[in-house]
């Protein structure tokens, strides 16, 4: 069942919105780039990388979901693929993994490549989210709360509270934050998702405990496997100053 703010009819509205954050996206990575000290020509590469990357994040989008959602597995291909749907953190964890390995096999600096993608892709997902609203789908739980009420909502605006919550870290990392961006969405984009989450009324599937969503697994995941890797981080730093003494 689905829930849309808009009849519009047969227009793909969700994938017209996508597109629509994919250019801008990526017109603004390109303005972005611009403060890479690298040749056009690498520049050029990067973007190629990183276009190789994107796609096959989304295979993975669709394809996470296959174990995560009952019964997909009984399905033909064909079926499979058009009934499972995108997964968001699938396509996001196979296009940041992707992209790290094609940049430096390239020999690009990882870290400095993916601090100018992230607010190129929190502006895509806000575009996608508000498509989400537009179209109907990751719509929220019944609510009877006065509140929202009174501004005739009945159901909780898990996508439209997501949109917005994604709006204001693009902003923060365009123009304020403009080192560790990654760090930060890390941490600041799964701790907005699993509170999110509660409020969600579609059925996400079913990743070891019936307790919470998927995404809010791939959330605790997201921040513990961060947390784990600065502290590593801090620690190899840590001695690699002592060693120098």
């Known amino acids: 069942m689905r829930y849309p703010l808009i009849d519009f009819g ?8 996508a597109g629509c954050g994919l250019i801008l996206g990526l017109l603004l990575l390109i303005r972005n780039l611009r403060d890479y000290h690298i040749s056009d020509a690498d520049k050029d590469r990067v973007l190629l990388l990183l276009a190789l ?28 693929i058009q009934s499972a749907g995108l997964s968001f953190y699938f396509g996001l ?29 929190l502006l895509f997902h806000v ?27 009945t159901r909780f605006p898990a996508r439209e509270m997501e949109a917005f919550g994604l709006f204001i870290m693009f902003l923060l990392t365009q123009y304020w934050i403009r080192k560790h961006r990654l760090v930060f969405y890390l941490y ?14 579609d059925n996400r599937g079913w990743i070891a405990t019936g307790i919470l969503s998927p995404a809010q697994i791939i959330s605790i995941t997201i921040l513990a496997a961060t947390s784990i890797f600065l502290l590593l981080k801090a620690i190899n730093r840590r001695d690699q100053i002592r060693s120098c003494v």
């Open 53 to 80: 990357a994107f796609i096959a994040g989304i295979g993975l989008s669709n394809v996470g979901n296959w174990f995560i959602m009952p019964g997909m597995m009984n399905l033909p291909l064909l079926t499979r």
């Open 188 to 201: 600041a984009y799964p701790i907005t998702r699993f509170f999110l989450e509660f409020g969600r009324g």
């Open 93 to 121: 964890i196979g296009f940041l993994t992707i992209s790290s390995l094609l940049l430096r096999a390239f020999k690009f600096n990882v870290d400095e490549c993916l601090n100018y993608i992230i607010p190129s892709l």
């Open 10 to 17: 047969t227009l793909p509205i969700y994938n017209f919105m």
């Open 127 to 153: 575009f996608g989210r508000i498509g989400c609203s537009l179209g109907g789908c990751c719509f929220g739980k019944v609510v009877n709360w006065s509140f929202f009420n009174t501004f005739a909502i």
